[in-house]
């Protein structure tokens, strides 16, 4: 499995952004997909998670204000990110379990926040 994420760029604080990963090349199904983030001298930090059937969770940093949602047919999670932050910047993430319990990370898409 290999997820490349889509969406990144450069927002004004209180803009939106969605960002997309989609997880190709997998033969097996898969469990669970996230977003994380990490931001310069910072460790990576989940931001948001989605598994199965289950209601997906959200940091308490970013609840209210960012989504994650998901499409299995399409092997794709989306993170809509509104009311951005100047200190929502950061690489995110995406991070695919497999039904195996294999995981996998994408390469990182860069978002920044700032006027």
């Known amino acids: 499995v290999q997820p490349v994420e889509s969406g990144g760029g450069l927002v004004q604080p209180g803009g939106s952004l969605r960002l997309s990963c989609v997880a190709s090349g997998g033969l097996f199904g898969i469990n669970s997909m996230a977003w994380y983030r990490q931001a310069p001298g910072k460790q990576r930090e989940e931001v948001a998670r989605?598994?199965?059937?289950?209601?997906?969770n959200h940091a308490d940093s970013v609840k209210g204000r960012f989504t994650i949602s998901r499409d299995n047919a399409k092997n794709t999670v989306y993170l809509q990110m509104n009311s951005l932050k100047v200190e929502d910047t950061a690489v995110y993430y995406c991070?695919?379990?497999?039904?195996?319990?294999?995981?996998?990370w994408g390469q990182g898409t860069q978002v920044t926040v700032s006027s």
């Open positions: 991070y695919v379990v497999d039904v195996r319990d294999f995981d996998y």
């Open positions: 989605i598994t199965g059937e289950r209601s997906p």
